[in-house]
Antibody, heavy 122, light 106 residues
Framework: QVQLQESGPGLVKPSQTLSLSCSVS??????????WSWIRQHPGKGLESIAY???????HYNPSLQSRISISLDPSKNQFSLKLTSVTAADTAVYYC??????????????WGQGTLVTVSS | EIVLTQSPATLSVSPGERATLSCRAS??????LAWYQQKPGQAPRLLIY???TRATGIPARFSGSGSGTEFSLTISSLQSEDFALYFC????????FGQGTKVEIK
């Protein structure tokens, strides 16, 4: 059973870069059949997809965030990461890392991290 | 972007009763639709994918149906642990989520 765990600062100042990592255990991020992704949930709101990545390097970013985000895999640590630049209060949310099944395209999200709250405030 | 509209926003149901939640897509997503359950302070949990396939470990009282633009999630006999927030998600074109339906105790 794969497990995912987010890590990173819980507080980020406006205009700075939010950096989060997701440690994966019970499965390799370097194997096919899965998409590694980031999803966020604003307080009391619904879910918003941020980005996903296949082990080949193929990525897909939320068009509304595309200019500010990047996602990367680190097979040596079995981790993947998210960077979101120029943050504002609107980026305050719980950030989830997750794994979706799929080969050509990602399907449903079978596995989720517990989520980490990131607050943007000075 | 494909917009998913869930109804109702809140559903009040007594334990043991049947609950039916709806999800409508702004354009066809074929059967590329999933349902998730989320409890306060927890991550979402996958219930249904492919519109009607139960995920591993999900009880048979949860069932999904529909295709194209109209989908539903039915909980045949609500248990105390089923009172939660439910989201639908389409993965036919990028990923988008519905705004959620809260199932509360009547």
């Amino acid at each position: 059973q794969v497990q995912l765990q987010e890590s990173g600062p819980g507080l980020v100042k406006p205009s700075q870069t939010l950096s989060l990592s997701c440690s994966v255990s019970g499965g390799s991020i370097n194997s096919g059949g899965y998409y590694w992704s980031w999803i966020r949930q604003h307080p009391g709101k619904g879910l918003e997809s941020i980005a996903y990545m296949y082990y080949t390097g193929s990525t897909h970013y939320n068009p509304s965030l595309q200019s500010r985000i990047s996602i990367s895999l680190d097979p040596s640590k079995n981790q993947f990461s998210l960077k979101l630049t120029s943050v504002t209060a609107a980026d305050t949310a719980v950030y989830y890392c997750a794994r979706a099944e799929g080969v050509m395209v990602p399907g449903a999200i079978h596995d989720w991290g517990q989520g980490t709250l990131v607050t943007v405030s000075s | 972007e494909i917009v998913l509209t869930q109804s109702p926003a809140t559903l009040s149901v007594s334990p043991g009763e049947r609950a039916t939640l709806s999800c409508r897509a702004s354009q066809s997503v074929s059967n590329n639709l999933a349902w998730y359950q989320q409890k306060p302070g927890q991550a979402p949990r996958l219930l249904i994918y492919g519109a009607s396939t139960r995920a591993t470990g999900i009880p048979a009282r949860f069932s999904g149906s529909g295709s194209g633009t109209e989908f539903s999630l039915t909980i045949s006999s609500l248990q105390s642990e089923d009172f939660a927030l439910y989201f639908c998600q389409q993965y036919n074109d990028w990923w988008t989520f519905g705004q959620g339906t809260k199932v509360e105790i009547k």
